[in-house]
């Protein structure tokens, strides 16, 4: 199984960024998929959760401004970012809400700049 994260970057409070995750290896739609981040000094977070059936969740750090998708076909697992600020900097990663995981992959850096 790989997980590929990608999207991250710079940018400033208030804005924007949507980030992706290629899944290979494995039939997507399966599993139970989350979105992780792991900020400097800090353990890594789940902050978003997207079922087999579709079903979102999120951590209430960022209730109402992440949105989490998922594309079976695509193999992608997608978090849409708004209205970001300084405490959403992190390493973010995609891999599955469960206890088991699969090997994380690299990540993606976000930086957001006050």
């Known amino acids: 199984v790989q997980l590929q994260a990608s999207g991250g970057g710079l940018v400033q409070a208030g804005g924007s960024l949507r980030l992706s995750c290629v899944v290979s290896g494995i039939s997507l739609g399966n599993y139970d998929m989350g979105w992780y981040r792991q900020a400097p000094g800090k353990q890594r977070e789940l902050v978003a959760g997207v079922s087999r059936g579709g079903s979102t969740s999120y951590a209430d750090s960022v209730k109402g401004r992440f949105a989490i998708s998922r594309d079976n076909a695509k193999k992608m697992v997608n978090l849409q970012m708004n209205s970001l600020n300084a405490e959403d900097t992190a390493v973010y990663y995609c891999?599955?809400?469960?206890?088991?995981?699969?090997?994380w992959g690299q990540g993606t850096l976000v930086t957001v700049s006050s």
């Open positions: 891999n599955r809400e469960s206890a088991v995981k699969f090997l």
